[in-house]
């Protein structure tokens, strides 16, 4: 069955304290995938799309990296207004669209 | 420029009731489409349209219609609500046709509770 993982679930870190979020996938024909951010109450904002592995991009304290199984979301020294659920999706086959269930992110001061 | 908007922002409606969101677009995208989201799940996608006067289901259809009324607008509409509708509802567009590297940008978000 096509699945899209995301995990932890939740994290909180403190201010500074550097980590990386998960998302592995189990589909067949992989044409892009892409990162979100959502913060409470609001639709998902467009981070970063990946089209192969070994790809990265970067934006300020964020980089996503992508392997053929998964993707890791890497946040160096985060601040409090990085708080917020990521949502991770993969588009595959003839294009196809799915989301993972996020991981809530909390960076205490 | 607002990008995606959608009205109403939250809506309370009984069981058996009908209602239309509403979602409109100022980025002349191609692509529309309509998900919804539920706690401890991800975006799942309801329908979408790839271009003006196409629409096709997504993975959760039922007790759902769409209508793209031009190329601005796509409308998704409860004919007899369910309590097992209550959900956050996004709509998003892309430049689209739906190819591999459409990126989707999303509206604010409907909240409807079904009572």
């Known amino acids: 069955e096509d699945q899209v993982t995301q995990s932890p679930e939740a994290l909180r870190l403190q201010e500074g304290e550097s980590s990386s979020l998960n998302c592995s996938y189990t589909?067949?024909?992989?044409?892009?995938l892409f990162w979100y951010r959502q913060d409470p109450g609001k639709g998902p904002e467009f981070l970063f799309t990946?089209?192969?592995a070994g790809e990265e991009k970067e934006k300020e304290r964020l980089k996503a990296t992508l392997t053929k199984k998964e993707s890791f979301l890497h946040i160096t020294a985060p601040k409090p207004e990085d708080s917020a659920t990521y949502l991770c999706?993969?588009?595959?086959?003839?294009?196809?669209?799915?989301f993972g269930a996020g991981t809530r992110l909390t960076v205490k001061p | 420029n607002a990008g995606v908007t959608q009205t109403p922002k939250f809506q309370v409606l009984k069981t058996g009731q009908s209602m239309t969101l509403q979602c409109a677009q100022d980025?002349?995208?191609?692509?529309m489409y309509w998900y919804r989201q539920d706690p401890g799940m991800g975006l799942r996608l309801i329908y979408y349209?790839?271009?003006?006067?196409?629409?096709d289901k997504g993975e959760v259809p039922n007790g759902y219609n769409v209508s793209r009324l031009n190329k601005r607008e796509f409308s998704l509409r409860l004919e007899s609500a369910a309590p097992s509708q209550t959900s956050v509802y996004f709509c998003?567009?892309?430049?689209?046709?739906?190819?591999?590297?459409?990126?989707?940008?999303f509206g604010p978000g409907t909240r409807l509770t079904v009572l």
């Open positions: 589909v067949s024909g992989l044409r892009g």
């Open positions: 349209s790839a271009s003006e006067g196409t629409t």
């Open positions: 998003a567009s892309s430049a689209g046709p739906r190819g591999f590297s459409d990126t989707q940008y």
């Open positions: 999706a993969v588009r595959y086959n003839n294009n196809d669209m799915r």
């Open positions: 980025m002349n995208h191609n692509s």
């Open positions: 990946l089209y192969s």
